[in-house]
């Protein structure tokens, strides 16, 4: 078979998004571990904006609840009828 013959599909194989080099497999390279190089930087908040990241937090959940409590409503309200009746 030709390579003109074959069809570019346009998968990328050559992009990973996690650590490849794992013990056990043929290509593991022990010269290549990683030991934690990120720098983790711990920036300082003040009072404010945690307070402020904690409402954020609150409100990009309540959607969620409200759409949870009304479910939970609808099914206590059919068991009852059911049960009522």
Excluded: C, H
Excluded at 38 to 60: G, I, P
Aim: charged share 30%; hydrophobic share 40%; glycine share 6%.
């Amino acid at each position: 078979m030709s390579r003109k013959n074959k069809k570019d599909d346009g998968l990328d194989m050559q992009t990973s998004f996690a650590d490849m080099n794992v013990e056990g497999f043929r290509w593991y390279d022990p010269s290549k571990k990683k030991e934690g190089n990120e720098k983790k930087v711990r920036r300082a908040v003040s009072r404010r904006e945690y307070w402020q990241m904690v409402k954020s937090a609150f409100l990009a959940f309540l959607p969620y609840l409200a759409f949870f409590l009304v479910g939970m409503g609808i099914i206590v309200t059919l068991m009852y009828i059911w049960l009522k009746y």
